[in-house]
């Protein structure tokens, strides 16, 4: 899927433009406050979020919650929680409390820093997982941290590893580490993690022999390893190698089919031409090819093979990302919206590629194509509630970078479509809350909630009907928040582009 500063690299391509990129936005940068050092939020609903409760009596109606100094210092029924002298008290009868904030678990992150970063928490997303990791987000987390940016919390991936010819082309603005053989992949994980890389990002065109090298060097070198599951290597195996995550849900509906090698062989065909001069050219062939080899895959889905594959996967731990928001745009392009509220707290720059990119994508689609491709997404669908069922644990996850996807609104979006596969609407919640914050490690007392109007547990919905959200112990109050986002989209709207030359898009490959 095209992210937004590449694919508006090949929206220039065919108007015969210059890349645009970001300048610096005319309005300021809504900045993080140092924590107030006691916060009392009083009379809520809390419910289960996060690795588990701070120190207190855990979930409840009429509780209260203290934190001091930016960290979640006590939890329990507010007449058992004294009040401390001096300390800021917010009463929140009638609201509930979403512990830890949400977490996005697949993100990829452009833009300007006065219009993507404050979006996050704005919309109650308090941690971000960045999945193909670059300097610029490194300086943001820097930023977030010292107070001198709104943002989330930042898990951030290595460069992509990906195998020779790697479906990106030299064009994208970010790094590509190709990899041929075992001796150069060890070398690529001891980069990643000198450059300070959360984890590792494994890709889709890795030979089986590289794959095993980067997961045993991963080991190694005290990291994990995650994204695409490699088009030549089993799910099965990727799962046993022990890769923390499995991202998106192509390689998934491949590895259900009761002829997998066949299919296998199928998707051993598909070719990258190294001739193909962009990035998005080069996946424009990849994604027409493999739609093809994905509809055999639907036709003979195998209910048996899939239960014996989903009952490993949930023995081994192994986490299963869907990002339905990227699969619903390609796939029900029906459904896209021409226009959107949320639309404005982008720059247009950002976002006027969309149609032409999504036009190039689904270029000479035959009817029969298009009622395949929504076969396709249905069956997707089915996949994520036969995950669910198998135990397997789901991580919500959009995409986002990619185009129709607006940071922080797109994961309630994504929560919507989870809920439409067939979750329970708390399970959906717990794929934004307690798995990810247990997958990535986040600490239990951190000072991150949401505070909603209205009961999430009842209907997923309810996570967009926000009341105010505490980020790192700063507490935004409604007005304050509904503030800051008129100060975004101020920003999105007075956001400038500025030539950098000839680039391609930045395509995030399945």
Not at 241 to 256: K, M, R, W
Not at 424 to 436: C, I, K, Q
Request: with cysteine; hydrophobic share 40%; net charge neutral.
């Amino acid at each position: 899927m095209p992210t937004r500063r590449e694919a508006l690299a090949a929206s220039a391509a065919v108007t015969g433009g210059a890349l645009l990129s970001a300048a610096p936005a005319t309005a300021a940068v809504p900045r993080k406050a140092a924590p107030d050092r006691t916060i009392a939020l009083t009379h809520a609903t809390l419910l289960a979020g996060g690795t588990g409760t701070a120190k207190g009596t855990g979930t409840g109606s009429d509780h209260t919650v203290l934190i001091t100094d930016g960290h979640i210092t006590r939890t329990g029924p507010s007449a058992q929680v004294p009040i401390p002298r001096g300390a800021t008290t917010y009463d929140l009868t009638g609201k509930f409390i979403v512990q830890g904030g949400l977490v996005e678990s697949h993100v990829h992150n452009d833009g300007p820093e006065d219009v993507v970063p404050p979006l996050y928490p704005l919309n109650g997303v308090t941690t971000v997982r960045e999945m193909w990791g670059a300097p610029l987000h490194h300086e943001w987390r820097d930023r977030v941290r010292t107070g001198q940016l709104l943002g989330p919390r930042w898990v951030i991936a290595s460069s992509i590893l990906d195998g020779r010819p790697s479906i990106w082309a030299n064009d994208t603005g970010q790094r590509v580490i190709e990899v041929a053989d075992a001796r150069s992949a060890r070398r690529a994980v001891r980069e990643a993690k000198a450059g300070g890389a959360d984890f590792v990002k494994v890709y889709s065109r890795l030979t089986p022999e590289a794959y095993e090298a980067i997961a045993d060097e991963s080991r190694r070198q005290g990291l994990r390893h995650a994204g695409h599951c490699p088009d030549t290597l089993p799910i099965a195996r990727a799962s046993d190698a022990g890769q923390q995550s499995i991202e998106h849900l192509h390689a998934l509906l491949l590895a259900t089919s009761g002829r997998e090698s066949e299919i296998r062989r199928a998707l051993a065909k598909v070719r990258i031409d190294p001739a193909l001069g962009s990035s998005f050219e080069r996946y424009a062939s990849w994604f027409r090819q493999v739609h093809a080899v994905e509809w055999e895959a639907v036709r003979t889905y195998d209910v048996g093979r899939t239960r014996a594959l989903f009952d490993r996967l949930a023995a081994n731990g192994t986490r299963v990302v869907p990002t339905l928001t990227v699969h619903h745009s390609l796939e029900r392009t029906d459904q896209l919206p021409t226009d959107s509220p949320e639309f404005k707290y982008l720059p247009a720059w950002m976002t006027e590629y969309w149609p032409t990119i999504w036009s190039g994508l689904t270029a000479g689609r035959t009817a029969r194509d298009t009622a395949r491709i929504r076969q396709i997404y249905e069956h997707r669908l089915r996949l994520v509630g036969e995950l669910h069922r198998a135990g397997v644990p789901l991580l919500a996850g959009t995409d986002t970078g990619t185009g129709y996807a607006v940071p922080g609104f797109s994961l309630h979006h994504e929560l919507e479509l989870l809920a439409e596969a067939g979750l329970p609407t708390r399970d959906v919640l717990r794929a934004a809350t307690t798995e990810p914050a247990r997958m990535l490690g986040l600490p239990a007392d951190r000072a991150d909630l949401l505070v909603l109007d209205a009961d999430p547990r009842t209907d997923i919905r309810h996570t967009q009907r926000i009341d105010s959200v505490l980020v790192a112990g700063r507490y935004l109050d409604r007005a304050e928040r509904l503030r800051l986002l008129a100060d975004v989209a101020r920003a999105a709207a007075a956001s400038q582009p500025s030539a950098e030359g000839a680039a391609a898009p930045h395509l995030c490959v399945h």
